[in-house]
């Protein structure tokens, strides 16, 4: 796995062996970088479900201003703080070590909003809509923000109040849903 564009371009990133983590691939997230590529100079960027961390490192290489990674395994902390010292891209990053809706939860308290939120949760985990109802209920959207999940195209995302889709992306067992506050579609 490598960074793809940016700053940190061409930089190796390393990967958890033996967990039950699914890195996104390189064309998925490339297709990805490609449609949020006006939304990403000077946002604040947040990764849940971090893994290594190399969709927030991606985002920081773009030219997002900050990134924050809420990832809950220990292996994969390691992993992302040695990504982001790799890359040098540290200074303008944050790690939480929590479960994810924990971490949403702190961040809520701390005000925090972010321009563009990207998660990928374990697919039969059951998580993506508490994980959403957390994001709206804690205000961590701006209200020109979006939230993009990455799901297996056998589970489908139950419609989130104050979420609507605003387009998808479908792959063969990958779907990445773009989801905007309702308030923007008006």
Partial sequence: MRVIAGAAKGHKLQTIEGLNTRPTTDRIKETLFNIIAFDL???RFLDLFSGSGAI????LSRGADTAVF??????CQKVIAENLTHTKLME?????KSDVL??????SAEKATFDIIFMDPPYAA?????TLEKIVSGGLLAPEGMVIVERSAQIPLAPIKGLYVDREKNYKTTVITFLRPEESAT
């Fill in 56 to 59: 927030g490192i991606e985002a």
């Fill in 92 to 96: 303008r990053a944050r790690l939480i």
């Fill in 70 to 75: 809420v990832e809950q395994a220990a292996e």
């Fill in 102 to 107: 924990t971490g949403l939860a702190q961040l």
């Fill in 41 to 43: 100079p000077e946002s």
């Fill in 126 to 130: 059951g998580l993506a809509e508490p």
